[in-house]
Nanobody
Framework: QVQLVESGGGSVQSGGSLTLSCAVS????????IGWFRQAPGKEREGVAT???????AYVDSVKGRFTISQDNAWNTVHLHMSSLKPEDTAMYYC?????????????????????WGQGTQVTVSS
């Protein structure tokens, strides 16, 4: 059974940094895609970043240059390092997995592409 567990959320001031982690277990396919999404109150879930097992990655424009997605060598954990945080980054952050490459079967930032989800971790950025 696939399980994703997020950690690392918290409260920081504007300009601060946080690193989120997503621990993945129960892999269904060696080629897969891990995405980070966020959802603020009253807003739709938004794709933030994604990483493929081939090492390629993508980001939403609003976080480019500030967020970095990475994975450990065993692909057990995917990290999202967030710097220069802004109040508009405040949201619940989720990780999710799709059991194929990031670049097939739908756009990487589409919620429906991903098959399993974690429970989320809250990030709050104060001004």
């Amino acid at each position: 059974q696939v399980q994703l567990v997020e950690s690392g959320g918290g409260s920081v001031q504007s300009g601060g940094s946080l690193t989120l982690s997503c621990a993945v277990s129960g892999y269904g396919n060696s080629r897969h895609c891990i995405g980070w999404f966020r959802q603020a109150p009253g807003k739709e879930r938004e794709g933030v970043a994604t990483i493929d097992t081939d090492g390629s990655s993508a980001y939403v424009d609003s976080v480019k240059g500030r967020f970095t997605i990475s994975q450990d060598n065993a692909w057990n954990t995917v990290h999202l390092h967030m710097s220069s945080l802004k109040p508009e980054d405040t949201a619940m952050y989720y990780c999710a997995v799709d059991w194929k490459a990031c670049w097939v079967g739908g756009d990487w930032y589409e919620y429906s592409k991903y098959k399993s989800w974690g429970q989320g971790t809250q990030v709050t950025v104060s001004s």
